[in-house]
């Protein structure tokens, strides 16, 4: 991930576990009830629009702890395990804990103001918080993609809605844990990048992808909470021994 480990460096810091333990207890709460039909959790959890006349005060923060499905909630606790190690290891439990919330709930206040009758969930916003603040903290260390998963992604993409597309998405997590696999034993089909341009990469990728791609996920939101992020981490800089 980075070859920075400073003193005391944890694989699994408390407040990434607990944010692990949290949303996969979520989404098999939300799983079970509603195989069971007692209810739908996203629905009411989820993050509505205001008009949608669905939103409740507590879905700023709810939606956050929220999946549409396996896939999402795993992709999603991929990234904050592996980016929110570094980052809570780094500042600290308290500040990586100020952050994360910072830019989920933040994210989801912008997204208030996008008008229609949706709901949203997931953590995604408060990860590309982490991933840019990951970015902006190690610019000069390095990532290591794999090439092959991109390749999938972007076919995935230009192939929406046709049979091959919707086979790419719905076996994405056997693709990536397959390619993850080979890549990580062999190391081919891993390219190195260097962190800040990988960040600038996913932020062109999310504004591509929510200005021209039609495929149901809050691209938005996530450049949202990756705008709170660089926004208090500019606070941070300027502030350096701010206990917020």
């Known amino acids: 991930m980075t070859q920075y480990q ?4 944890s694989m699994l810091p408390t407040a ?22 007692i209810c739908d959790l996203n629905y009411i959890l989820g993050l509505w629009s205001v008009n949608s006349g669905h939103f409740r005060l507590w879905q700023p923060i709810s939606y956050m702890f929220m999946h549409a499905n396996f896939t ?8 904050l395990w592996m980016f929110g190690t570094a980052m809570e290891n780094f500042w600290g439990m308290r500040r990586f804990l100020i952050y994360y919330f910072a830019c989920g709930i933040g994210a989801g206040l912008l997204y208030l103001l996008v008008p229609g009758f949706h709901v ?11 991933l840019l603040a990951f970015g902006m903290t190690f610019p000069k260390d390095y990532v290591y993609v794999f090439l092959w998963m991109l390749i999938i992604i972007a ?3 230009v192939l929406q809605g046709t049979p091959l597309g919707n086979f790419l998405d719905d076996y994405s997590l056997i693709i990536f844990l397959i390619i993850f696999w080979f890549g990580s034993r062999t190391g081919k089909g891993m390219v190195r990048i ?5 960040i600038i990469g996913m932020i062109a990728i999310e504004l591509f992808m929510g200005l021209f791609i039609v495929d149901g996920v809050a691209h938005f939101a996530h450049l949202g909470g990756m705008l709170i992020g660089f926004l208090l981490i500019l606070y941070w800089k300027k502030h350096p021994f701010s206990r917020f």
């Open 120 to 130: 949203t969930v997931g953590a995604s916003a408060a990860v590309y918080g982490i």
């Open 155 to 157: 076919a995935s993409v």
């Open 6 to 9: 400073p003193q005391g460096f």
């Open 72 to 79: 999402h909630v795993f992709f999603n606790m991929f990234s």
């Open 194 to 198: 260097q962190n800040r341009w990988f």
């Open 16 to 37: 990434v576990k607990h944010l692990l333990i949290i949303n996969f207890l979520s989404f098999f709460a939300y799983y079970v009830l509603a195989r069971q039909g």
